[in-house]
């Protein structure tokens, strides 16, 4: 008996070194799972990834690029890209051309907002209305956003599915190929 309890002593001394590394791997686990959450939050909550298919935003984005957005934004104004869930489902990067109260009309290749030439060095070709639902001049409402493609003879946009609502807005592209895309203002 005596050599018995020296043994079951001695195997819980050695099984008293791993105790610790019994239960190490659920804190990990929980750690682990804890970072996969926190992660999930912030593409979910914060920031979002975009590829950009197609030619509608040449010269500025190329087709096969990838842009981060960032979903939390006070508001979106003329001149900011944005990644964009159109009627259809699809989702679109385009540039805010015109926001609420803002009057846009389209003609002889150009684009007038509020009856002014609106001035566009970033685009290629010329603007011309797209057969669709929208009559120019067009006022937009409260919470309404203009949004077209820079490559505008290559570009669904604003012009074939008409204007869209804030709600539709995924994000502001903050992040292109490594690099910052930050609005140019004057």
Request: a positive charge; hydrophobic letters at 40%.
């Amino acid at each position: 008996m005596a050599g018995n309890r020296r043994s079951r002593k001695s195997n819980r001394r050695i099984l008293g070194k791993y105790d610790g590394l019994k239960y190490g791997w659920l804190i990990d686990a929980r750690k682990f799972i804890i970072l996969i959450a926190g992660v999930f939050l912030v593409f979910r909550l914060v920031v979002g990834f975009s590829f950009i298919k197609g030619d509608s935003m040449q010269p500025a984005l190329k087709s096969g690029e990838v842009v981060m957005y960032f979903r939390i934004n006070a508001g979106y104004r003329a001149g900011d890209v944005v990644s964009v869930r159109v009627p259809e489902g699809k989702y679109y990067v385009k540039r805010v051309i015109a926001a609420a109260g803002d009057t846009i009309e389209i003609k002889d290749g150009n684009v007038y907002l509020n009856e002014e030439i609106l001035d566009e060095p970033y685009i290629q070709g010329r603007t011309f209305v797209q057969e669709g639902a929208v009559r120019y001049p067009l006022t937009l409402e409260e919470d309404q956003l203009f949004v077209m493609g820079d490559n505008r003879e290559a570009s669904m946009d604003s012009r074939t599915f008409g204007a869209v609502g804030k709600r539709q807005i995924k994000g502001k592209i903050l992040l292109q190929g490594g690099k910052f895309y930050i609005r140019k203002t004057k």
